[in-house]
């Protein structure tokens, strides 16, 4: 009787365990969520454009249409785009002032947007050839706190194996198998590469 227990005790743990295990990421992809966030209730995030050190407007459109889109995917709130006055800095996108965080412009954005959160980031590296490599840096503040409760980063390089089976195992979960190029598909457009980065990093606000 003792030893039925215990396989039933072993197996229970297992399953847990299995059950708590993340889906497979990048070894790359860095990423962490406070205690804060748990306790949060976000409803609606305001996502900031990113930055480049580069002046190519493009770009971050691309990089930021990725992470509205794959925010959104997430379910887990509403999600606005920071779209006012695009060619010009203005210091609503300064959120970050001499690496302190500015107070004041997150509550002018949080009551501007109704937001109880903002997504920000910034592009490290880009790549839009083969092979692709994005690189890019994203957190998130509460306008309640003005603290990140969630931040991640990673740097996508497509010549990495690792980085091509996560690009294989994204096309099948999200495209059509029969689509022309296969997974390669992915790697003939920075747009796409965008979205398969903005995926990864997005997905672990889930973990």
Same mark, same amino acid.
């Given at each position: 009787?003792?030893?039925?227990?215990?396989?039933?005790?072993?197996?229970?743990?297992?399953?847990?365990?299995?059950?708590?295990?993340?889906?497979?990421?990048?070894?790359?992809?860095?990423?962490?969520?406070?205690?804060?966030?748990?306790?949060?209730?976000?409803?609606?995030?305001?996502?900031?454009?990113?930055?480049? /050190?580069?002046?190519? %407007?493009?770009?971050?459109? @691309? #990089?930021? +249409?990725?992470?509205?889109?794959?925010?959104?995917? =997430?379910?887990?709130?509403?999600?606005?785009?920071?779209?006012?006055?695009?060619?010009?800095?203005?210091?609503?996108?300064?959120?970050?002032?001499?690496?302190?965080?500015?107070?004041?412009?997150?509550?002018?954005?949080?009551?501007?947007?109704?937001?109880?959160?903002?997504?920000?980031?910034?592009?490290?590296?880009?790549?839009?050839?083969?092979?692709?490599?994005?690189?890019?840096?994203?957190?998130?503040?509460?306008?309640?706190?003005?603290?990140?409760?969630?931040?991640? /980063?990673?740097?996508? %390089?497509?010549?990495?194996? @690792? #980085?091509? +089976?996560?690009?294989?195992?994204?096309?099948?979960? =999200?495209?059509?198998?029969?689509?022309?190029?296969?997974?390669?598909?992915?790697?003939?457009?920075?747009?796409?590469?965008?979205?398969?980065?903005?995926?990864?990093?997005?997905?672990?606000?889930?973990?």
């Amino acid at each position: 009787m003792k030893y039925t227990l215990r396989i039933i005790c072993i197996c229970l743990f297992v399953a847990v365990g299995c059950a708590s295990v993340p889906p497979q990421y990048s070894s790359s992809l860095n990423y962490n969520k406070t205690g804060e966030f748990q306790k949060t209730q976000i409803r609606r995030v305001l996502l900031l454009p990113f930055e480049y /050190d580069v002046d190519r %407007d493009a770009i971050i459109e @691309e #990089v930021t +249409e990725a992470f509205a889109v794959e925010l959104r995917k =997430t379910g887990s709130f509403e999600v606005v785009v920071f779209n006012e006055n695009k060619t010009t800095r203005t210091p609503e996108r300064d959120i970050w002032v001499k690496g302190a965080i500015d107070l004041n412009t997150i509550l002018t954005l949080k009551k501007r947007y109704d937001a109880d959160a903002i997504v920000f980031g910034s592009i490290t590296h880009y790549r839009p050839y083969e092979p692709m490599l994005l690189g890019v840096k994203v957190g998130m503040i509460s306008t309640d706190t003005g603290t990140v409760v969630w931040s991640a /980063d990673g740097v996508f %390089d497509s010549n990495e194996n @690792e #980085v091509a +089976e996560l690009v294989k195992h994204y096309f099948e979960s =999200t495209h059509q198998k029969s689509a022309l190029y296969g997974w390669k598909l992915i790697l003939l457009s920075m747009r796409r590469y965008s979205q398969f980065v903005a995926n990864q990093i997005t997905e672990t606000l889930r973990y």
